[in-house]
Structures are given as C-alpha cells and as structure tokens.
C-alpha cells in the first residue's frame, strides 16, 4: 500500500527572472523596442551580469523608420549590451548580416556568384570586415539561358567591389556607415561603376564583422555629454 503525501510543488521558471528593456544607439530611430529576460540576482550572482555582453539581433524595420522608402528590411543589426542602468540595458553596434530569405533569394542557376571581403577602420575606431555579394544578369534585348562570365572578369568586378566599398565607407563612422546601408548606397554605386564590364544585380553588403571595438565610455555615451564644469569646493571662512 502506498503512503501518501504532499506533492511538491512545480517550479515556475519564469517567476524567478524579469524583463529589462533594451535601448539602441541613438543612429537608430527608435530607441527602446525590445525587451530580454534575466534571471534575478540570486547570491553572487547579479542580473546585471547576466546581461552584460548579451548579443541581441534585431530587424531593421523595428528600430529605423527609414527603411519604408528603400526597401532594406531585410537587413539584421546585431547588438551588444554594454551597460546596465536600473532597468534598462544600452547597446552599441556589434554587426549586421542579411536575412535568411534575402540571401537565398540572391544565389540563382544560370548566374555568376560574385563575393568579396576587406578589413577597414571607421572614424570612430571599430576595425570592421566587410562581405559583399552580387550575381550577374542578362544584358537587355539578350535572351540566352545563362549569364555567366570569365573568371578574368570576375577579378575585375571583385576589384570594383573594393575600391568602391573602400570609397564610400573607410573614414566614415558607424552611424555613417549604417545610414549608408540602409539606403544601400553601396550596392548602387557598385553596379554603375561595373556596367561597361559587366551586368550585375542583388549587390548589397552582405554582413559586416566586428574585428575591434573602442572601449566603451559608460552610460553617458548613449544619454548625452557630461558637464565639463569642475564643481570647487568652497574656501572655509573663519568669520562666523
């Protein structure tokens, strides 16, 4: 026969954590969309350091406004979480990639698949790698099957590929450079410049790497400027 007893009760696993909100650099449009969970402190163990570091990946579309009138929703910015004050987490730029979906949709049969990398430094000191894509495409008025080129070509537009990337982002800061991106400026100029060598589409800066980073300057780097006035203590007069 059995013995009865009281059951143990379930633990609820998120009674034990709590939300904080996340606030993007002011580059971005909105700076508060997104919300992450932590586990409370517990012992030695803070939340505050349980968010420190956190990546976090957000769409263009929920935190820039601009991308409604050039058509780069498809673009992902990745967030560091570099500071915590009270219930807010403040982020710094830590990267971009393409979506899923955009990147497939790139990669077609019948076409040349062009790629190329190159390390540079912004003004603000981030050593960035950049990746660009783009694939060829028909001329007009040509109804072949295919739009393949020679390898000797393919140098060529990989060499385009750099000197215009290099043009339009290396000096610039990364605000610049995001700005850059979302009206995708880069990918325009590439494909002009290439027109007498060959016809090119769907060339975009595929992702960005965060090689290094300047050291992070606290909370006041997101919320303004500190006051330059140094407060002095006053002399003790001896008169009463």
């Known amino acids: 026969k059995k013995k009865g007893g009281s059951k143990k009760a379930k633990a609820i696993p998120f009674s034990k954590k709590e939300w904080y909100d996340i606030q993007t650099p002011a580059m971005f449009t909105k700076r508060a969309s997104m919300k992450t969970l932590v586990n409370r402190t517990f012992g030695k163990k803070t939340s505050e350091a349980g968010l420190l570091g956190r990546v976090v990946k957000m769409n263009i579309g929920d935190i820039h406004e601009m991308y409604e009138q050039t058509g780069t929703s498809c673009m992902n910015i990745k967030m560091k979480v570099e500071g915590v004050s009270g219930r807010t987490c403040y982020t710094r730029f830590h990267g971009m990639c393409l979506t899923t979906e955009k990147l497939r949709s790139i990669v077609r049969r019948w076409q040349t698949l062009i790629e190329g990398s190159l390390d540079m430094k912004t ?118």
């Not at 590929?161 to 990918?187: H, P, W």
């Not at 290439?194 to 997101?222: F, H, S, T």
């Open 123 to 240: 003004a603000d000191g981030y050593m960035l790698r950049i990746f660009v894509i783009g694939s060829t495409r028909r001329p007009e008025g040509d109804f072949s099957r295919t739009s393949y080129i020679k390898s000797s070509t393919v140098k060529k537009v990989r060499k385009i590929f750099f000197d215009v990337t290099r043009s339009e982002l290396e000096g610039s800061t990364i605000a610049e450079i995001v700005d850059k991106l979302v009206k995708d400026s880069v990918g325009k100029e590439i494909i002009a410049h290439a027109k007498d060598i060959a016809c090119l589409q769907n060339v975009c800066v595929r992702k960005i790497k965060l090689l290094k980073a300047p050291k992070y300057e606290g909370v006041v780097e997101e919320m303004g400027e500190p006051v330059e006035e140094a407060w002095n203590e006053p002399e003790i007069s001896e008169t009463v």
